[in-house]
């Protein structure tokens, strides 16, 4: 399983983004998409997360700003409103079986950097 992460750049704060992961190489219907994103000089943390099963579930710190959604199997997007100078960061698309903990499949990342 192959993702592509798309549509970083460089925004103002109070902007908004929308990325795009396309997953290739196998169906990922029973498969958890999310998104993860590490800020310049910290861990990589959880951002989003949807399955058909489960739905949605967010990070507490864009709870409100940030929709995660999936048109199909194999697409899911990150819409970023309201962007903070803090939500700059690599983000990556990640995918995992549903009745597992660990993240199987990454992106190879996209760079959001917002500006104040």
């Known amino acids: 399983v192959q993702l592509q992460a798309s549509g970083g750049g460089m925004v103002q704060a109070g902007g908004s983004l929308r990325l795009s992961c396309a997953a290739s190489g196998r169906t990922l219907s029973s498969y958890q998409l999310g998104w993860f994103r590490q800020p310049p000089g910290k861990e990589r943390e959880f951002v989003a997360a949807?399955?058909?099963?489960?739905?949605t579930n967010y990070a507490d710190s864009v709870k409100g700003r940030f929709t995660i959604s999936r048109d199909n199997a194999n697409m899911v997007y990150l819409q970023m409103i309201s962007l903070k100078p803090e939500d700059t960061a690599v983000y990556y698309c990640a995918g995992r079986f549903e009745s597992t903990n660990k993240w199987t499949y990454w992106g190879q990342g996209t760079l959001v950097t917002v500006s104040s």
């Open positions: 949807i399955s058909w099963r489960v739905g």
